[in-house]
């Protein structure tokens, strides 16, 4: 496979044959990020000639016998690219790779928005299934202060058109973006944007700082201090306490995270408040994640 740089792709994708159809990202700006800081990476739209020498070659070992079930489309936002590209990319798969049963992806609110319902309804006859979108933050401050590039009435409104369009939606958020000064208020904002989403699929990672970007940068002025242990904690009890889905799976299990949570809400909703209370009460640290084994 012709891979270029690191790929990423959500954990829930951990089996899936990673194609990669564009590399970096088209965006490139949010403060925090460092996934496609090389030169090699950045953004490109791969030649249909060596995605489809790709495939061709995926085909060849799942007709011998690696039954091939699911795709991840890489890298960032790689729903941006145009929705010709993208139909005759899931065409070729779906052709010459029958065992599929679902696409991913991965997109936020301007890729989405760009596509129009009916756009987005035929990628995923197509065989797109999901579509995993870092939301963030529910609130227009941090959103801004990150160079997100989007606004939370965007990933609403971007929510929306995906379930127009029958299309799954896996939502990220991140405890501590808006640092101490914003913990309070993007928590709430967070969960009420959430609430508005109502997504299938919804991951909190922590902020982490990483050496080189804007954030650290920011952190090294002494302009961003990110909340420690017990306020992240206090901010995923707002997310769990705070959002009203209709049925959702709600994971902290992420490795940046420390109190990792596999949820089905609003069903596990007492039982999570409960933990997350006891640990905040006792301040137990046995019961976090060590540093040392928390990573991106
Ligand atoms: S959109 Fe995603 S991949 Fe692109 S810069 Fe932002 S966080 Fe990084």
Redesign the pocket.
Same mark, same amino acid.
């Given at each position: 496979m012709d891979h270029i740089g690191r790929i990423?792709r959500p954990p829930s994708e951990a089996d899936s044959l990673l194609l990669q159809i564009s590399v %970096?990202?088209?965006?490139? @700006?949010?403060s #925090?990020?460092?996934? #496609?800081e090389m030169d090699e990476q950045r953004f490109r739209i791969k030649p249909m000639a060596t995605v489809a020498a790709d495939i061709e070659e995926a085909a060849r070992i799942s007709a011998a016998g690696a039954t091939i079930r699911r795709v991840f489309l890489c &890298? %960032? &936002?790689a729903l941006i690219l145009p929705f010709d590209h993208l139909v005759h990319i899931l065409e070729m798969l779906r052709d010459r790779i029958p065992t599929v049963r679902r696409v991913g992806i991965?997109g &936020?609110a301007r890729s989405i928005l760009r596509k129009t319902p009916g756009e987005l309804a035929r990628l995923r006859e197509l065989g797109l299934g999901i579509v995993y979108h %870092?939301v963030?933050s529910g609130d227009d401050v941090v959103l801004e202060q990150v160079? @997100? %590039?989007s606004t939370a009435e965007e990933a609403v409104t971007a929510a929306g058109r995906l379930r127009e369009a029958g299309l799954r939606h896996s939502v990220m958020v991140m405890l501590g973006l808006g640092g101490i000064d914003r913990s309070a208020i993007h928590a709430a904002r967070t969960a009420e944007i959430l609430t508005a989403m109502d997504p299938p699929f919804v991951g909190a990672l922590t902020t982490t700082v990483i050496p080189g970007t804007p954030l650290a940068r920011l952190q090294e002025a002494g302009k961003f201090t990110l909340p420690d242990r017990w306020g992240l904690l206090e901010e995923l009890r707002v997310l769990v306490r705070d959002s009203r889905f209709s049925r959702c799976r709600f994971d902290s299990n992420h490795a940046s995270n420390y109190l990792p949570l596999s949820l089905n809400l609003p069903a596990d909703r007492d039982k999570a408040l409960a933990a997350l209370d006891h640990v905040l009460a006792t301040r137990d640290e046995n019961s976090l994640r060590p540093d040392y084994l928390r990573g991106l």
């Open positions: 990423f %970096g990202c088209s965006h490139n @700006k949010c #925090y990020c460092a996934m #496609y &890298d %960032g &936002d991965y &936020d %870092g963030e160079v @997100k %590039g």
